[in-house]
């Protein structure tokens, strides 16, 4: 029975104009992707070595404030405790060192974070308890020792 119902199936469609294998005209035909090989090229990775894939440190500056007559002990502590965020014990030690030695290293940092440090600190301000005062202190930066 198979057999028959498909002959005569078969026999329907073949009077159809451009059917030859017993599809429907119009249909499209869909073949499968072509196959692309994929190219032999080898990729060669480089090897570092360990010395290259060190970090390369920023040589240390020091912040230096210089003295002057201008300038009181207490301005001194309060600058440097709101600039440095030093204790009032450390403000005062670095400012008697600044009195007796003529400098004080306030700070030892990057290059770019010590000159920001030391306009920090010529913009600070004069200071208000001098009545001569000419304005803020004088700092500058250096490098280390070795460095």
């Known amino acids: 029975m198979f057999r028959r119902l498909h002959n005569e199936a078969r026999n329907d469609n073949s009077g159809k104009a451009g059917d030859d294998d017993g599809q429907k005209a119009g249909a499209a035909v869909v073949e499968p992707p072509a196959q692309v090989e994929e190219p032999a090229v080898e990729t060669k990775r480089e090897k570092r070595s360990d010395e290259k894939r060190k970090t390369r440190r920023q040589p240390p500056y020091h912040v230096i404030l210089w003295d002057d007559n201008d300038h009181t002990h207490a ?47 010529h913009a600070y301000g004069k200071d208000g308890l001098v009545a001569d005062c000419s304005g803020s202190m004088w700092s500058t930066i250096e490098p280390t020792e070795g460095a």
């Open 75 to 121: 301005y001194v502590i309060a600058m440097l405790q709101k600039l440095f965020g030093h204790p009032p014990e450390k403000g005062y030690q670095l400012a008697c060192e600044v009195d007796a030695r003529g400098r004080a290293t306030v700070l030892t940092t990057t290059k770019e974070h010590a000159e920001l440090k030391r306009d920090q600190i």
